[in-house]
């Protein structure tokens, strides 16, 4: 078997010697560059790299540029930079270049050795597997949408990566081009925000990145950052140990340890309180974490990805978030569609959830009558993928034969009450008594969705788990 090779390119001759030690122990073969032009000389002699580190600073001109220049004609190869010590903004910009990671000098030799066989895992996966093209739209309608059974099997299969996208389920331009950018992040390491309203599936547009990126095989940890109570935040994102505090009975790990070798997916992390920001930061660029009442740094191979349906950056302009955080988690965005901005997708959506809720529920699957596809096309879906499903599984209980009716749906029914309740509002009514009404409405109405579930409820209006039950008391809502 042809032993891989590596691209070491770095004007200090010491570093060069450490780096070609290290990765020729890992059993790769290393060619060396001082300088840009010779690694443009060694890429352009055709020999197949499995992964190239550069340095930021070289003698005839940037790091920089060779990433671009890599990502450009050998977009294969999985490059990452060396920076200096404390130089958060030098990687930073060299992950938004296209830079698969990042290492700081001076170099961490386990942290190097985690990168060199995340990149390798990277480099083996594209030589077993590559994703299958786009299908032109013309075979996508001759194809039925995958069933959940068919989904199922494919979560459970990491190698059948090309059919994992599939669970983005749609043939719209907006969905399209998410699952070409999600094939770009899982090759990455980079921080990413996925943004978008609520039910737009950020999580499991997370789920994606890391089932088709290097880390499949390792943990996937979800956490929705609004559902921990703060007094208990530092423990559960990093541990303690016994006896650290009343009621630390025995060590417990803390979710950036359960995740070491996977991803960690911070859900809502606009909830995140100011200290708790300062905390995350400091793990994000030391990559170590300390349990409460531990004497020890531990060390984290982690990669960070996050969400939030609140847009941080007017949290930030309000001082409500930090402006350093923003940017380490912000290195690349992606925008998750809202159901409006796919209308092409509705039906197709609804009749893969009919499938499920039937397969779910050991029911025969519904079908939609004309009228139902016709309100479903034009109903607003202010709640998105989340609000379809409810809808759905509402109309599959209401419904008495086989296919589902527009009275199923409820949708004007629904809308009928909430004009019923703007409407009636005397002349007299203060304006505090008017927007209590309009909130109590809002909040039934969440927990109806989320069938009772407090946490989910909370997580869906985007407020804390605390402030729900504020709010739920405060209405004498049970």
Not at 34 to 62: F, H, V
Not at 233 to 259: I, N
Not at 447 to 474: D, W
Request: overall charge negative; glycine content about 6%; some cysteine.
């Amino acid at each position: 078997m042809t032993q891989m090779r590596a691209l070491v390119v770095d004007d200090e001759p010491d570093l060069r010697e450490l780096l070609d030690i290290t990765l020729s122990r890992m059993g790769l073969e290393v060619d060396t560059a001082e300088d840009l032009s010779e690694a443009r000389r060694l890429l352009a002699s055709g020999a197949d790299y499995a992964l190239c580190l550069t340095d930021m600073r070289l003698p005839d001109g940037n790091g920089l540029t060779l990433i671009k220049e890599i990502n450009r004609d050998h977009e294969q190869i999985p490059v990452a930079m060396i920076t200096a010590f404390g130089k958060v903004e030098d990687a930073v910009t060299a992950l938004k270049y296209g830079a698969f990671d990042f290492v700081s000098k001076p170099v961490d030799l386990e942290v190097l050795r985690n990168l060199i066989r995340t990149a390798l895992k990277l480099r083996k996966d594209d030589a077993e597997t590559s994703p299958s093209p786009e299908r032109t739209d013309s075979q996508r309608r001759a194809e039925p949408a995958p069933s959940p059974a068919d989904v199922e099997r494919a979560e459970g299969s990491k190698d059948d990566k090309s059919y994992l996208l599939q669970r983005l389920i749609g043939q719209s331009e907006a969905i399209k081009r998410v699952r070409q950018t999600i094939v770009k992040l899982a090759r990455s390491q980079a921080p990413v925000l996925i943004s978008g309203e609520s039910g737009t599936g950020k999580e499991l547009a997370a789920r994606l990145i890391h089932d088709l990126g290097p880390r499949a095989e390792e943990p996937f940890i979800a956490v929705n950052c609004g559902a921990i109570p703060t007094e208990l935040m530092e423990s559960e994102f990093f541990g303690h140990v016994k006896g650290s505090f009343t009621g630390a009975d025995s060590d417990k790990e803390g979710l950036f340890q359960a995740a070491q070798g996977g991803t960690l997916f911070l859900d809502e992390v606009a909830d995140l309180p100011l200290p708790m920001q300062v905390k995350l930061l400091r793990v994000i660029q030391e990559k170590t974490v300390r349990p409460i009442g531990g004497r020890q740094e531990i060390k984290i191979d982690v990669r960070i990805l996050s969400a939030s349906h609140k847009p941080l950056k007017p949290l930030v302009d309000e001082g409500a978030f930090r402006n350093d955080l923003y940017y380490r988690l912000n290195v690349i965005e992606l925008q998750m569609p809202a159901l409006s901005e796919r209308r092409d997708d509705i039906i197709i959506l609804a009749e893969h959830f009919l499938q499920s809720i039937g397969e779910q529920w050991g029911e025969p699957a519904r079908t939609l009558g004309e009228g139902a596809r016709k309100a479903l096309r034009g109903h607003a879906f202010s709640g998105n993928v989340r609000e379809l499903v409810n809808i759905l599984q509402r109309a599959v209980t209401m419904c008495e034969g086989d296919e589902i009716t527009p009275e199923d749906l409820s949708l004007d029914g629904e809308q009928a009450g909430d004009d019923a309740m703007f409407a009636d509002r005397p002349e007299d009514r203060s304006l505090d008594d008017y927007i209590e009404d309009v909130e109590k409405h809002i909040l039934e109405n969440a927990l109806r969705e989320a069938r009772f579930n407090k946490t989910e409820a909370a997580r869906q209006l985007g407020i804390t788990f605390r402030s729900l039950r504020y709010k739920l008391k405060k209405y004498g809502i049970d």
